[in-house]
Structures are given as C-alpha cells and as structure tokens.
C-alpha cells in the first residue's frame, strides 16, 4: 500500500544552525505534501504546504522543495530558534481528501 | 470557540467498557476527519465526512468503532468494547472545503484501556 517515510526521527542542532527533515512518499499520483508542526502535548498545526505543480516554497525560515521524479520532498528550518523544537510531521495526498503520514521527527534545538 | 474542540481530553476505560469522544469543529467547516495516533507515531487515518455523509470509514480497525456526524457539524467516534490495543490519541480534525487543504487539530482525546 501507499506509505511515507520519514527521516530522521530525531534531529539534534545548535541553535542558529540550519535543520533539514527528508520524506519519500509511494503515490505517483500524490500532489499535495503539507507538514505539519506538533509540540508536546499540544494539537498538530500546518507550517508550510506544497502542491506538485511547483519545486520550491519559502515562508521566512521555512522552506519546503518538492523533487517529484524521485518522490521526495524536504523541510529546511534555518536560523533555528528554541522555539523549533518539536515533533515534525510530513504527509503526501492519496487521495483529493485523505492523507498519508510520516512518522514523524523529534526536533531538539540546543542552546 | 474559534478552533476545534474534543472531550474529553482524558479518558480510562476498563477493558471491555464502551467510549464516546466528542468533535465539535469549527463553524462551517465542510470536512471532518477522525485520526488514530498511538505514542511516537503520526497520525493515522480511521475516518473522513463531507457535512453529514460519511465517504470513508475504511480505516476504522474494527466494528466495534463507530463515528457519526448526524446533523453535519457535532461527531461523536464511539468504541464499543473497548480493548487494551484501542489505547491511543484520538485526533478530530475539520477543514473548510472538501479538498486537501489546511487541516484545523483538536487538541485530542487521550484514551486509556486498563
């Protein structure tokens, strides 16, 4: 069946380094890849989302590039802050509803 | 209230026992989804409805899971006999149109089956 990976699981960076989260997904048919951000004990919310018909989105530190040849996408978090930390979560549309999830990558920011 | 709203946020159940968990999303909002998050992993999906119609139950793991949305806004996922492997976050959460799009969490319902 239709899966997301995610990788890795957890990402340990200084602050002020850059941190870059990678997903593969299966669905050929997929065109929509949000991520989405989770801190402790707190509800999933949308920080950046891409559809297929572009490479590349930015939203000031965030950044997302969408390789479909390779069914790859990435999450590029510069600058980063202790406020980053978080469990990070990828997904890829299988259908013009439904979503498939990664695992998801527990960010921990160092001071 | 201006975001999505679940309850309980904490529920223990003995095994055996039957649970309802509450959605109320936000005004107007077209979608709803119930999604199964078991510790460390990300969201899965168990259930999808456009207003009151229920396009999509196939991840629901069992018949003993339930969900409505009778009046197309309030959803109600209720478990019947409940099972230790039932514990998990239960994730509701609404969109505006029908279409992928930005999906608006409730804060869960973390349910215990001793």
């Known amino acids: 069946g239709e899966n997301v990976e995610q990788h890795p699981s957890t990402l340990s960076v200084q602050e002020g380094d850059s941190a870059v989260i990678k997903c593969t997904y299966s669905?050929?048919?997929?065109?929509?890849f949000p991520w989405y951000k989770q801190e402790l004990g707190k509800r999933p919310q949308l920080i950046i989302d891409?559809?297929?018909n572009v490479g590349e989105k930015k939203d000031q530190r965030i950044a997302v590039t969408l390789n479909k040849t390779a069914k790859h996408f990435s999450l590029h978090i510069t600058e980063t802050q202790p406020e980053d930390s978080a469990v990070y979560f990828c997904?890829?549309?299988?259908?013009?509803?439904?979503?498939?999830w990664g695992a998801g990558t527990k960010l921990i920011i160092k001071p | 209230g201006a975001g999505v709203s679940q309850s309980p946020r904490y529920k223990v159940a003995k095994r055996g026992q039957d649970v309802a968990l509450r959605c109320d999303p936000i005004?107007?909002?077209?979608?709803l989804f119930w999604y199964q998050q078991a510790l460390g992993q990300g969201p899965e999906f168990l259930t999808y409805f456009q207003n009151e119609a229920q396009l999509d139950k196939s991840g629901l793991p069992s018949d003993r899971f339930f969900a409505e949305r009778p009046e197309g806004s309030v959803s109600t996922l209720k478990i019947q006999r409940t099972q230790q492997e039932d514990s998990a976050v239960y994730l509701c959460?609404?969109?505006?149109?029908?279409?992928?799009?930005?999906?608006?969490f409730g804060e869960g319902s973390r349910l215990t089956v001793l």
């Open positions: 997904a890829a549309s299988i259908s013009n509803y439904q979503l498939i």
């Open positions: 891409i559809r297929s």
């Open positions: 959460a609404s969109s505006l149109a029908p279409a992928t799009g930005e999906l608006f």
């Open positions: 669905d050929s048919a997929s065109n929509y």
């Open positions: 005004s107007g909002h077209v979608s």
